[in-house]
């Protein structure tokens, strides 16, 4: 079976939890017997896929809904998926094949005011119209696949996640003199490693923390990129909390490894996540105190192996907080590594769906009918213009003659 991947969005970007994932399905793939062919944008930097399919630099809105759309139809495959951002709109027309993207959470649609213009103007309604014609959708936890079960009637498909490789046996990769950068010694420091934009809520994390930080005598270590978002009370508390609060932008994967190990506890807020990989990766690397935000996904991946903090009373979740240390990882926590091997196989696999085909043609003819409505409606208004600027014309020559 050939199967083509978008991996385009991984050209000049910095990794991120989902570009992460990309690539961990991508390998997973490439050990099935599956002909895979991975489609970048300007050049491949992952591996020498004699299959690949190299875009030449075009600009987001060109390469996401025209040039994308092009390779996948020139590769023909079986199976298209795309793992990072929603597929082309026009892939709904004349495509033979499976289309399926990776929805990776339901921020979009539960929390808008999170968004940037971008997520919100021009992801969102592309994602909203997948929703309607794709073959299906992979996700990545059971929380998420209940939550999009109600914005869809597309199969939905949790594939789980695939904590990166590079985390197995991390432990023994920690380098106690990488924290010298920072001047930071081992269990001096909470960290925590995301975006800085307002659904990871950091802001939140920061009133939380704060009289801990000076009480504990610890900091808090942030790293990986700023988002987007002007929060001016946001910019008041980092100021007053300055002295306590270290940012690192991003680090080198050893360095990372070194910042999880060391750490005395790793914290995440978000309002809400898929998944929410980097709890994970702390793990990985033997942070022992993990410290979440009290939602649904959190206490279906770490069940009684996190301290959970309520989202709306900060004097509770500082109260939880101050008690992190009855709340250990057990030695028996399984962290998720290629979880979603063997149920690929079937979801790829044509055989699921005897009426696939039918299916598809019976799609295209709705959307030959709709688009053939549309047409006659247009020529129906067209026709009625013209009629109407006729009787018009005709009434000013009547009107005309007479006053003559």
Not at 23 to 29: E, Q, S
Not at 67 to 83: G, M
Not at 116 to 137: H, S
């Amino acid at each position: 079976m050939r199967i083509a991947i978008d991996l385009t969005s991984l050209y000049a970007r910095k990794r991120t939890g989902i570009e992460m994932y990309a690539i961990d399905l991508y390998r997973a793939l490439l050990s099935t017997s599956h002909e895979i062919i991975p489609i970048f944008h300007v050049k491949n930097e992952l591996d020498n896929n004699p299959n690949a399919f190299i875009i030449g630099e075009s600009n987001r809105i060109i390469l996401e809904n025209i040039r994308l759309s092009l390779a996948v139809r020139k590769i023909n495959p079986d199976v298209a998926l795309f793992p990072v951002f929603p597929p082309p709109i026009d892939l709904c027309l004349g495509f033979n094949g499976k289309v399926m993207p990776t929805q990776h959470d339901c921020t979009f649609l539960k929390f808008r005011d999170t968004l940037n213009f971008a997520a919100k103007y021009y992801l969102t309604p592309k994602m909203l119209w997948a929703f309607k014609w794709v073959d299906g959708i992979i996700t990545i936890s059971e929380t998420e696949k209940k939550q999009l079960s109600v914005y869809t009637k597309k199969p939905i498909y949790n594939l789980g996640e695939n904590i990166a490789i590079g985390f197995k046996g991390a432990s023994e990769k920690a380098n106690l003199q990488l924290l010298e950068k920072w001047n930071l010694r081992p269990e001096s420091y909470y960290i925590s490693v995301s975006t800085i934009e307002p659904r990871k809520n950091f802001k939140y994390l920061l009133k939380v923390i704060a009289p801990i930080l000076k009480d504990r005598n610890k900091k808090l270590v942030l790293v990986g990129r700023e988002g987007w978002g002007d929060d001016e009370e946001l910019k008041a508390l980092i100021e007053q909390m300055k002295d306590y609060l270290i940012f690192t932008n991003y680090v080198s994967d050893d360095e990372l490894i070194s910042l999880y190990h060391y750490a005395y506890a790793f914290a995440l807020l978000s309002l809400d996540e898929g998944f929410g990989r980097t709890p994970f990766e702390a793990v990985a690397c033997g942070c022992k105190h993990i410290i979440l935000s009290d939602i649904e996904i959190f206490h279906e991946t770490f069940d009684n192996n996190a301290t959970f903090l309520p989202l709306n009373n900060e004097e509770e979740a500082r109260k939880n907080l101050l008690a992190d240390k009855n709340n250990e990882i057990n030695n028996d926590f399984k962290i998720p590594r290629r979880k979603f091997k063997h149920s690929k196989q079937k979801i790829l696999s044509r055989n699921h769906d005897k009426n696939y085909r039918k299916s598809i043609k019976r799609r295209l003819q709705i959307l030959r009918l709709e688009c053939n409505v549309r047409r006659l409606r247009r020529c129906k208004n067209k026709r009625s213009s013209i009629c109407q600027c006729n009787k018009r014309t005709k009434t000013r020559k009547r009107q005309h003659s007479v006053n003559a």
